[in-house]
């Protein structure tokens, strides 16, 4: 007949028992009793399904396109600042003029005096603008923040809103040129810092209202008068930067 035909069936089990472990089959037997030989409970076909309606994420309401009402609400309870301690410092000067000033927060002694851009800052701020015969009265004078952070810059999490907000402010009041004064207010306007933006006119692009249109606008990026105050150095660049505001804008 052949081969020897004895075999060891608790040898063989044990052997397809342990190829199955080293295949990655881990649980050799179900922790409950199974009736092999029953047949199969029938499959229960779905005819019909009923859906859920999931809540729907509010939706914001749009924000406002008139100068006032845009001023009043940024300064108001839906602002992103709203929950801060401090009062809000906003816009100052003429939003007519043809020059729109963006500055990141405001210092410490801004939130003293409720006057963006004062103290020494201020003094020298004030001084640039004679050295190109503007004051503050004809020019429109904005902070991306409204309320002083505690560690006295934005932080990223909340800087991608108020580069939001502030590029909604622009098209609302549509200046000839802008001033950005910082590296946050540079990001938000120019999509780069100081640094890079710096040394010639950048042109932005911004929405105006709900329309979907744009419009564009030349852009100016410098030097924060903080940062002259700490880098004298700097003040040589700042003045090109002045010159190149103004250039082909009447006085």
């Known amino acids: 007949m052949g081969a020897d035909q004895n075999i060891d ?6 052997s397809v028992l342990e190829w199955w472990r080293d295949a990655g089959v881990d649980t050799l037997a179900d922790e409950a009793p199974r009736d092999w030989t029953a047949a199969p409970a029938p499959v229960v076909r779905e005819t019909k399904r009923h859906a859920v309606a999931e809540p729907s994420a509010p939706v914001a309401a749009p924000l406002p396109t008139a100068i006032d009402a845009y001023v009043a609400w940024r300064t108001g309870p839906e602002a992103p600042e ?14 007519q003029s043809d020059i729109m000033i963006v500055t990141d927060v405001p210092d410490r002694d801004d939130t003293e005096s409720g006057v963006v851009l004062s103290g020494a800052a201020g003094r020298l701020f ?6 190109i015969g503007r004051d503050r009265s004809s020019v429109y004078i904005v902070p991306m923040c409204t309320i002083r952070p505690v560690a006295g810059r934005i932080a990223p999490e909340i800087e991608q809103r108020l580069s939001q907000l502030i590029r909604h402010h622009v098209a609302i009041v549509e200046p000839k040129r802008l001033f950005v004064l910082g590296n946050a207010p540079s990001r938000a306007l120019t999509g780069a810092d100081v640094a890079r933006s710096r040394g010639s006119l950048q042109l932005v692009n911004v929405e105006v209202g709900q329309s979907g249109s744009t419009i564009a606008v030349e852009a100016v990026a410098s030097f924060h008068p903080r940062l002259l105050l700490e880098r004298p150095a700097e003040k040589a660049r700042a003045w090109k930067d002045l010159q190149m505001l103004i250039a082909g804008l009447g006085a």
């Not at 004030?126 to 050295?131: H, I, K, P, T, V």
Request: proline letters at 8%.
């Open 82 to 95: 709203a929950g801060w301690s401090g009062s809000p410092i906003f816009a100052s000067g003429d939003p």
């Open 9 to 14: 069936w608790q040898i063989a089990a044990a």
């Open 126 to 131: 004030d001084r640039m603008l004679a050295a």
